[in-house]
């Protein structure tokens, strides 16, 4: 089994998620918020969800439903690519 990887093309702001829980994928989309300058609350706002349910998904102790998780990174305008292993 390989280890985890997160890598983010900033260039082309397209992101490759290989061997990733929620967990990791909330530090990134925390990372990314940040990176923007965003505040959860505008965040929330803008995509009609609670800042509470931003807030858990960003720290990894709520798991999303997928929609959530491309509704968000389509507002971040970033492509994401997941490889999911057969184990």
């Known amino acids: ?3 985890k990887q997160i890598s983010l093309n900033n260039k082309t702001s397209s992101i490759l998620m290989e061997n990733c829980d929620f967990e990791d994928i909330g530090l990134y989309l925390q990372y990314t918020r ?17 800042r509470v349910t931003l807030s858990k998904l960003e720290n990894g102790s709520s798991n ?15 492509d994401i690519t997941i490889k999911i ?3």
């Open 34 to 50: 940040l990176f923007k300058n965003l505040a959860q609350i505008y965040v929330a706002k803008e995509l009609n969800i609670s």
């Open 85 to 87: 292993n057969k184990q």
């Open 64 to 78: 999303t439903d997928l929609k959530t998780l491309f509704k968000l990174l389509k507002f971040y305008n970033v």
């Open 1 to 3: 089994m390989t280890g």
